[in-house]
Antibody, heavy 118, light 108 residues
Framework: QVQLVQSGAEVKKPGDSLKVSCKAS????????ISWVRQAPGQGLEWLGW????????NDAHKFQGRVNLTTDTATSTAYLELRTLRSDDTAVYYC???????????WGQGTLVTVSS | EIVLTQSPGTLSLSPGERATLSCRAS???????LAWYQQKPGLAPRLLIY???SRATGIPDRFSGSGSGTDFTLTISRLEPEDFAVYYC?????????FGQGTKLEIK
């Protein structure tokens, strides 16, 4: 059973940086990509970007370019989302998800609540 | 970017009834790279359908997807109590990936 376990909730101040981890297990980590999706309170889903674990290439949503950095550590089967210069509207639950084939998302982490507040 | 518009925003039905959810794209979704997810409060989304019409592993056959180009539909043939949730469509054909705003399926 594919598992993605994310790091715990965080409280940040405006201007801070955030790093969320996503540890994968029970599948070949390098064979799939990882997408990151967030959900603001009471809102819908928003795609932040995708990383190919095998090719080490990324594709970020234009809205987040310059602020987001997606990385992976194949030694520990862990993906990371870094988001810089946080604002209050970055308050959301952040999800990682394994990307199959051309990009559908069959397996999700449990989510990491990030609160940005002064 | 491809904008996905879901309708209706809220759908009120009773268990046993048929649900039809729509997802319309602002531009053609190539190769039918469209998925549907179900989300319940406090939980991560759950993949139901990918490739517009392929059911994900373990998804009951009362869920079906159809459509192509710019118009896609998720049909739940006979609603069970556990089906009341929010449903999202997701296109992954053109970067950036985008999601619809969701349809809330509520008990009438």
């Amino acid at each position: 059973q594919v598992q993605l376990v994310q790091s715990g909730a965080e409280v940040k101040k405006p201007g801070d940086s955030l790093k969320v981890s996503c540890k994968a297990s029970d599948y070949t980590f390098s064979a799939y990509g990882i997408s990151w999706v967030r959900q603001a309170p009471g809102q819908g889903l928003e795609w932040l970007g995708w990383i190919s674990v095998y090719k080490h290439t990324t594709n970020d949503a234009h809205k987040f370019q310059g602020r987001v950095n997606l990385t992976t550590d194949t030694a520990t089967s862990t993906a990371y989302l870094e988001l810089r210069t946080l604002r209050s509207d970055d308050t959301a639950v952040y999800y990682c998800a394994r990307a199959n084939g051309m990009g559908w998302l069959p397996s999700w982490g449990q989510g990491t609540l990030v609160t940005v507040s002064s | 970017e491809i904008v996905l518009t879901q309708s209706p925003g809220t759908l009120s039905l009773s268990p046993g009834e048929r649900a039809t959810l729509s997802c319309r794209a602002s531009h053609s979704v190539s190769s039918n790279y469209l998925a549907w997810y179900q989300q319940k409060p406090g939980l991560a989304p759950r993949l139901l359908i990918y490739g517009a019409s392929s059911r994900a592993t373990g998804i009951p056959d009362r869920f079906s997807g159809s459509g192509s180009g710019t118009d896609f539909t998720l049909t739940i043939s006979r609603l069970e109590p556990e089906d009341f949730a929010v449903y999202y469509c997701h296109q992954y054909s053109t970067s950036p990936d985008t999601f619809g705003q969701g349809t809330k399926l509520e008990i009438k």
